[in-house]
């Protein structure tokens, strides 16, 4: 555990270095910002919702409920919250993934199986216990089942097809970092 929680502050150091590239696209809200080196566009919404209403207050903005694809998003996601919030390590966000359609297969809000994103299980997750359909992300870096109508703060992504004109700091998939030459 404290191997794993040293390697998070280290990425959040990491990460903290990164430049946020001002959007110009007319496509998503001013208030969403780019991270170099990754693929969407990002905004923190602190106010804890439902995970019904997280989705539709990212589509509401033309956007959808943030799933990380992998360990780097998961770290992404970290900075966010770090850069505005003091987001704690024990802090829980819902994220767009669930099983809602068919209980135990799990799939991202646009349709992705699990196996194609970020799906580090909390240990004995996912339990369903009590009919969790919901997945949270837990800023440790693991996720779990819980109920979809529970609380918690989110991000919404939006996801932008160019990548042209972005650094690539966080290049390796599995969240490692490349030293500058
Ligand atoms: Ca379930
Ligand atoms: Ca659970």
């Not at 910002?33 to 509401?60: I, M």
């Not at 998003?73 to 068919?102: K, Q």
């Not at 799990?106 to 009919?131: C, I, M, R, Y």
């Not at 290049?171 to 030293?179: A, I, L, P, S, V």
Request: with cysteine; aromatic share 12%.
């Amino acid at each position: 555990m404290f191997s794993k929680s040293l390697s998070v502050l280290l990425l959040v150091y990491f990460l903290s270095d990164f430049s946020i590239a001002q959007r110009n696209e007319t496509s998503l809200r001013k208030d969403y910002v780019r991270v170099n080196g990754l693929q969407g566009s990002y905004k923190v919404h602190a106010t804890p919702k439902t995970w019904h209403e997280a989705k539709q207050v990212c589509a509401d903005e033309d956007a959808i409920l943030f799933y990380p694809r992998n360990r780097k998003e998961v770290n992404a996601a970290i900075y966010f919250w770090e850069r505005d919030h003091s987001a704690p390590p024990s802090l829980w966000i819902f994220v767009g993934i669930s099983d809602i359609r068919t209980e135990g297969v799990f799939e991202t809000v646009d349709g992705k199986p699990l196996s194609a994103v970020f799906g580090d299980w909390s240990p004995h997750q996912p339990d369903n216990w009590g009919n969790e359909d919901c997945v949270q992300l837990s800023f440790m870096g693991v996720i779990n089942d819980i109920s979809c109508d529970a609380h918690f703060g989110f991000m919404c992504e939006g996801r932008n097809s160019s990548r042209e004109n972005q650094a690539s700091n966080l290049d390796n998939e599995d969240g490692t970092y490349k030293t500058s030459t």
